[in-house]
RNA sequence: GGGCCCGUAGCUCAAACGGAUAGAGCAUCGGAUUUCUAAUCCGAGGGUUGCAGGUUCGAUUCCUGCCGGGCCUACCA
C-alpha cells in the first residue's frame, strides 16, 4: 500500500511540475519525514527546484503546496523546515485497506528470472561462506517470488573440474582405495567430512614434492574426457558430495529446481557452438605473438586499452582458448550463459535427480535424459549469486555477449556480487588453528577450503539447533523431545539466516560463533519471538490469529484512534507494517536483501514496544480492543509474510 | 603498476536517488515481572563519519589527493 501512495503522489507532482512550470523531472525524490508526526512522505524537491526557477526553495513549496489540488488518499501537503513538503495520507483510509489486505494491481516485466546460486564444488563439505551465498540467492529468489515473478533456481556443478580432480587423486594416489571401498565409503553418514579432510591432504601433498602435480594433469584431464575408470570414479564421488549439499542446504528450507553440469556443457559440445559464434563476431582472436601466442583471447573486462581486439596488450586479454586447445573455465561460462538466455542453439538432457520431502523435484542434466521435463533456460534476466572475487570474470561473460550483439541479455545480466565470510583470528584459535603472528593482527583471516580451515555448514546448524534445544528444553518441559527439537531446529534456522542476512553484501562478516549464535536484540529469534507473542494474544482471547473478527473496525473508529499522541505511537506501527511490499521493491531493485531484514527486525521492535505498553486482553474498552486486536493481526501478518520471504518460520511457542 | 571494494560509537554493523537532530545491536551501568511468556521493555553514557582539499543552499554519501586494509590482475576454477 505504501508503495502505491507513494507512487501517485509521485505522478501527481510531475503532472503539477509540468502544468505550472512546464518543467519536467525524471525522478522525484521522496523521502520519509524523521518522524511520523510531520507525515508519511517527504519531498525536498523545492530546494532542486530553487536554481531553475530562481525562486527561494519555501517560496516554491508554498506554490506546489497551494496549487497542486486533492490527491486520492492523501489528508494534505505542509510546508515544513526551509522548503520541505511533507504529504499526509488519510490515516483511516490506508489502516482500512492495510486492515483487509487490499493488494493494489501491479505491472510485471515480461518472461521468467533465473537465479543461480550455492554452486559449490562437489569435492568437500558445504563451509559458511558457501552459507551465506545460498542464504542469500535463496532469499533473492523468495523476493523475486514475492513480487509475483516466475523463477527458476539453479545451482551450477563444477563436477570435472581442479578441485574435483585433487580429491579424486587424494582417493586412487594417495589411499589408493579401490572402486568397491570407494563405494562404501560413499555410502557413510557425512561422506563430505572425509572428503573436506582428504581434499586438505592432498593440498599438502602437492606442496611436498611438485612432481606429486603430475598426478592432478593426469587425473584431470581422465576426468574431463570422460568414459574412463577415473572419470566413473570423480562421478561417483562428487555426486555423492552433491547429494550432500543438497540435504545440507534442505536443512535450511533451501531448494534448487535444475543441476546443470560441467559434464555435459562438455560432453554437449556446448562450447563448440559458442567458438564458432564467438570467432564469426569477431569477439575472439587467435594471438600469433607473446606470452600468449597461440591462443585464442578477448578483451579483459575492464581494459583501459580502446586498441581493437588484434592490437590488445597481453595485459589486457583474457586467454579463453589455451594454445593446447582446450578452453578454460570464463569460456564454458559464456557458453552456458548463452544457453541461459536461449541464445545458443542447444540444450542439455534432464532427469530427476533429487526429490525434496515436500515433493518437488530438483532436476539434474544428463547427455540424453527423460523426454517428458520442464523447461529451463531461455528466460529474460538472470541473477548469478557469486562472490565479489569473480567480478572480473563475471563482466567478460557480459563482454561477450555484448561483442556478440545480445545488449538485451548483457543488460539483464546481474552479477549479485557480495564479500567473503571469513573467521575472526578468536574464531579460528577456538577452533584450534595454529595462527601467525601476522593472522593475529588481522580482522580477519579468509577461508579456505585447500586448507581444511573454515567453520563446516553442517556444523554450524547442529552447534545452533544444540544451543537453542538447551533454552526450549529449559522453557517448554511439557513439550515431547521430537516437538522440542522441530522448535530449536526452527529458531536455529531462523537464527542462521538472519545473520547472514543482516550484513549488507559488501560487507566482509568476520565470523565470531558468540555473535552467530545469539537469540537477543537484532536476531531472527527477536523477529520471531514477536509473532509468537502475537499469535499468544489470540490464542489466549480465543479469537482467531488472521484477525477476522478484527478486521471489522469503521473507518470512523480509525480515525479516533489514530489521533493524539497514542494515536501516532500506533499509527507509526500500522505505517511500518504498510511498507513490506515497498521494502520488498527496493531489495529486488537494488539486489539487497538486508533492507528486509531491517524492516523486519524494526517492525518486530515497534511491536514489541506496543506489546509492553497496552495490555489488548485487559482492555475494558470494547471498541478499542478491537482497534488494538486489528493492530497485532497486521502487524503479526506483515512480519510472517517478511520472515517467510527470508525462509524463516515461525515456531508454535519459544 | 592497473582495476574493484572497504574505513562511521569500545566491538559488530545501518544510514535507498546528496537532505531535517548520523541510527541499531552487543558490551557497560541503572531500572521494570503476582501481567497477553523477560529470547522482552525503559533509561544512561558513548561520534571531529581515516586525513586534507573541492563541488553544493546542504556531504557519511559526489569529485581530487593522501593514509590504512582487503580482493582481483595464471594458457587454475
Known amino acids: 500500500m505504501y508503495r502505491h501512495l507513494e507512487r501517485r503522489l509521485a505522478q501527481h507532482v510531475r503532472d503539477f511540475l509540468r502544468r505550472t512550470y512546464d518543467l519536467d523531472l525524471p525522478r522525484i525524490v521522496i523521502e520519509q519525514p524523521p518522524t511520523v508526526e510531520l507525515g508519511e512522505y517527504a519531498l525536498p524537491l ?130 589408493k582405495k579401490s572402486r568397491a571401498e570407494i563405494e562404501e565409503l560413499v555410502r557413510a553418514p557425512r561422506f563430505d567430512y572425509y572428503c573436506w579432510d582428504l581434499y586438505a591432504r592432498v593440498s599438502q601433498w602437492y606442496e611436498q614434492d611438485k612432481q606429486n602435480l ?4 593426469e ?26 549439499h543438497l540435504e545440507t542446504m534442505d536443512r535450511l528450507d533451501i531448494e534448487y529446481d535444475f543441476l546443470p553440469r560441467e559434464s555435459e556443457i562438455l560432453h554437449l559440445h556446448f562450447w563448440d557452438a559458442a567458438f564458432t559464434k564467438l570467432k564469426a563476431g569477431g569477439v575472439l582472436f587467435l594471438e600469433t605473438k607473446g606470452k600468449n601466442k597461440g591462443c585464442w583471447v578477448m578483451r579483459r573486462a575492464g581494459a583501459v586499452s580502446t586498441a581493437d581486439t588484434a592490437e590488445l596488450a597481453e595485459e589486457d586479454q583474457k586467454v579463453i582458448v589455451r594454445s593446447n586447445g ?64 569473480q567480478a572480473e570474470a563475471q563482466n567478460t561473460v557480459i563482454e561477450a555477449l555484448r561483442g556478440l550483439g545480445y545488449n538485451e541479455a548483457a543488460d539483464h545480466y546481474t552479477h549479485f556480487s557480495y564479500e567473503m565470510v571469513a573467521l575472526t583470528p578468536r574464531c579460528a584459535a577456538e577452533l584450534g588453528y595454529e595462527l601467525s603472528d601476522d593472522d593475529k593482527a588481522r580482522a580477519w583471516i579468509e577461508v579456505s577450503g585447500r586448507k581444511g580451515f573454515g ?54 562478516i568476520a565470523f565470531d560463533f558468540k555473535e552467530a549464535l545469539s537469540f537477543e ?61 515497498y521494502i520488498i521493491d527496493q531489495c529486488i531493485a537494488t539486489a539487497e536483501p538486508a533492507y ?30 478491537k482497534f488494538l486486536l486489528a493492530t497485532v493481526a497486521v502487524v503479526r501478518r506483515e512480519l510472517v509474510r517478511a520472515l517467510a520471504v527470508m525462509g524463516i518460520r515461525i515456531p508454535p511457542v519459544m
Open 46 to 175: 523545492a530546494f532542486e527546484l530553487a536554481k531553475k526557477l530562481r525562486k527561494a526553495p519555501r517560496k516554491i513549496a508554498e506554490e506546489i503546496v497551494a496549487g497542486i489540488g486533492p490527491i486520492e488518499g492523501f489528508e494534505k501537503l505542509e510546508l515544513a523546515g526551509a522548503g520541505y513538503i511533507n504529504a499526509r495520507v488519510k490515516r483511516a483510509d490506508l489502516a482500512a485497506a492495510l486492515a483487509e489486505d487490499a493488494k493494489p494491481p501491479v505491472q510485471l516485466p515480461e518472461g521468467k528470472v533465473l537465479v543461480e546460486h550455492s554452486s559449490i564444488n562437489p569435492n568437500k563439505a558445504a563451509h559458511i561462506g558457501h552459507l551465506r551465498n545460498a542464504i542469500l540467492g535463496d532469499t533473492f529468489v523468495r523476493l523475486l517470488q514475492f513480487a509475483g515473478r516466475e523463477v527458476d533456481v539453479q545451482n551450477y556443478i563444477d563436477n570435472t573440474g581442479v578441485q574435483v580432480a585433487d580429491v579424486i587423486v587424494g582417493f586412487l594416489h594417495l589411499e
Open 214 to 217: 603430475q598426478a592432478r594433469t
Open 219 to 244: 587425473t584431470l584431464h581422465a576426468v574431463e574426457a570422460g568414459g574412463n575408470e577415473t572419470a566413473s570414479v570423480a562421478d561417483l564421488v562428487s555426486t555423492a558430495v552433491l547429494r550432500r
Open 326 to 389: 582446450t578452453v578454460g573455465y570464463v569460456g564454458k561460462d559464456i557458453a552456458y550463459h548463452m544457453w541461459k538466455f536461449g541464445l545458443l542453439g542447444r540444450d542439455f538432457g534432464y532427469r530427476k535427480f533429487y526429490r525434496y520431502p515436500n515433493g518437488h523435484d530438483c532436476w539434474v542434466s544428463t547427455g540424453t535424459g527423460a523426454l517428458d521435463h520442464p523447461h529451463f533456460g531461455d528466460v529474460s534476466e538472470i541473477y548469478n549469486v557469486i562472490d565479489a572475487r
Open 455 to 508: 567453520v563446516k555448514a553442517d556444523d554450524l546448524i547442529d552447534t545452533l539447533i544444540a544451543s537453542a534445544k538447551k533454552e526450549v528444553d529449559a522453557r517448554h518441559a511439557q513439550l515431547s523431545d521430537a516437538e522440542r527439537l522441530q522448535i530449536s531446529t526452527q529458531i536455529a534456522v531462523g537464527a542462521l539466516r538472519y545473520f547472514m542476512l543482516k550484513f549488507t553484501k559488501s560487507s566482509v
Open 521 to 581: 536484540g537484532e536476531t531472527g529469534p527477536y523477529a520471531q519471538y514477536a509473532v509468537v507473542r502475537a499469535t499468544n494474544i489470540f490464542r489466549k482471547g480465543g479469537l482467531d490469529p488472521g484477525g477476522g473478527d478484527a478486521a471489522s473496525v469503521s473507518t470512523a473508529e480509525f480515525e479516533r484512534y489514530f489521533s493524539g499522541e497514542t494515536g501516532n505511537e500506533i499509527w507509526e506501527l500500522w505505517l511500518t507494517a504498510s511498507k513490506t511490499s
Open 596 to 625: 528486509l531484514a531491517k524492516h523486519a527486525f524494526q517492525l518486530a521492535q515497534l511491536f514489541n514496544t506496543f506489546y509492553h505498553r497496552y495490555p489488548i486482553l485487559a482492555e475494558a474498552d470494547e471498541g478499542r480492543k
